[in-house]
Nanobody, 116 residues
């Protein structure tokens, strides 16, 4: 089993910054992709950003230029640096780790609230 522990959420004013972290532990042989998703009230969960084991990244159009995803393979940790936050970024943010073709794990979620 793999456990994911997220941290870094909170309340911030519009224009501010937050940094999310997600550390994976447990029976990890290898980690392929790591990513961040978010779900706002009444909306579907959506991909925010993802990063492969080789470092390739992709972002939702709504966060390009404001958010940066990175990973520390030695620590099995993925980060999401969020700058220029907007009220529409308010959501529960979830970490996802893919360890195989049909094997993935999700974090418990961390609340990000951006006030106007």
């Amino acid at each position: 089993q793999v456990q994911l522990v997220e941290s870094g959420g909170g309340l911030v004013q519009a224009g501010g910054s937050l940094r999310l972290s997600c550390a994976a532990s447990g029976s990890i042989f290898s980690i392929n992709a790591m990513g961040w998703y978010r779900q706002a009230p009444g909306k579907q969960r959506e991909l925010v950003a993802a990063i492969t084991s080789g470092g390739s990244t992709n972002y939702a159009d709504s966060v390009k230029g404001r958010f940066t995803i990175s990973r520390d393979n030695a620590k099995n940790t993925v980060y999401l640096q969020m700058n220029s936050l907007k009220p529409e970024d308010t959501a529960v943010y979830y970490c996802r780790v893919v360890t195989g073709p049909r094997s993935d794990y999700w974090g418990q979620g961390t609340q990000v609230t951006v006030s106007s």
